[in-house]
């Protein structure tokens, strides 16, 4: 009888940590559980500015470069995926309708468009497992161009290896603005990130952060406004924005040529236990159109941050 109650215990232990996944087709709820092996592995996420910029930009092929995207995060294994400008709603709904059977959780855009002047903040987050939204921001500091979107964050919770965690997407100022960021950083941590802190449970913050690695004052002032940490970016790539070799970063700076890491996953880890984290660029690249004669490969002005982390 112990023997058994035991058996018991283990195996209601097991599901619980099981994660279960509830997709609706046809009006029914199918449910699928990972294996035990599954649930053991890395989290891995991906942060990625798409370069979606709203319809009154003249931008061609948008939709096109949607589709490819599509094509292109089909074939890999992240978990989640926080998108930055991914303002255009049709080139949204592209993404959104092409990845809803492996990512069928999606939160965003945060801070929807008031009017036709003013869009959301391009945030946008598609998930494999649920996530449970905490909050969201808008940024009351801002300037230029940047006026004219909702630019914030949004803060969502979820649980892997039954370990909680947050995940924080975000976009911020952009151009020579630093003393908007730094406002920015302090609305950020204070609003969103010191609220929901809570001891053991590690907070993820992923985003365009417009805060160049080689100002090294700006730099550090980011990580002091969030109390976070960095870490270095594994393999050769450690520019996030290169007009050298991206075609589109090439097209948009003109003359002048850089190099920049302007994109992050930061960490806070409240004293979790983090066994290993590995931070990478991903460089996505696949033929689109945008005219009868013209062909794009990089799919956006800026690579993408991978993160893969295990508690």
């Known amino acids: 009888m112990k023997k058994a109650l035991?058996?018991?215990?283990?195996?209601?232990?097991?599901l619980a940590c099981t994660p279960i996944t509830a997709i609706a087709q046809n009006d029914y709820l199918v449910f699928s559980t990972d294996t035990i092996e599954d649930s053991d592995r890395d989290l891995?996420?991906?942060?990625?500015n798409i370069y979606m910029l709203p319809k009154f930009v003249p931008v061609r092929g948008r939709v096109s470069r949607a589709h490819a995207i599509v094509d292109t995060l089909q074939q890999t294994d992240y978990d989640i995926i926080v998108f930055q400008e991914a303002f255009l709603?049709?080139?949204r709904n592209v993404i959104s309708q092409g990845l809803k059977n492996?990512?069928?959780y999606q939160y965003g855009p945060a801070n929807p468009a008031q009017n036709k002047v003013r869009t959301?903040?391009?945030?946008?987050v598609v998930s494999k497992i649920p996530l449970n939204e905490l909050g969201t921001i808008?940024?009351?500091?801002?300037a230029g161009n940047d006026a004219f979107a909702r630019k914030g964050a949004i803060m969502l919770e979820g649980e892997w290896n039954c370990k909680k965690f947050q995940l924080l997407g975000t976009h911020l100022q952009a151009d020579a603005q630093p003393k908007v960021r730094k406002k920015q950083f302090e609305q950020m941590f204070a609003e969103l990130i010191a609220p929901n802190r809570k001891d053991g449970v590690v907070q993820i913050l992923c985003g365009d952060m417009?805060?160049?690695?080689q100002f090294e004052e700006e730099y550090c002032d980011m990580l002091h406004c969030l109390d976070a940490e960095d870490g270095d970016?594994?393999?050769i790539h450690k520019f996030t924005h290169d007009s050298e070799r991206n075609e589109i970063a090439r097209s948009n700076a003109g003359k002048t040529k850089h190099r920049l890491q302007l994109d992050y996953v930061l960490v806070r880890s409240n004293g979790a236990k983090i066994k290993s984290m590995k931070r990478s660029v991903s460089i996505f690249t696949k033929n689109w159109r945008y005219g009868l004669r013209k062909k794009g490969k990089d799919l956006s002005d800026h690579y993408g941050v991978a993160y893969q982390v295990k508690f």
């Open 102 to 104: 492996e990512f069928p």
């Open 44 to 48: 891995k996420i991906l942060s990625w």
């Open 6 to 14: 035991g058996l018991s215990l283990i195996l209601i232990a097991v």
């Open 138 to 142: 808008e940024y009351r500091d801002r």
């Open 233 to 235: 970016l594994s393999g």
């Open 210 to 213: 417009n805060t160049e690695r």
């Open 120 to 124: 959301n903040s391009g945030v946008y």
């Open 89 to 91: 709603e049709k080139a």
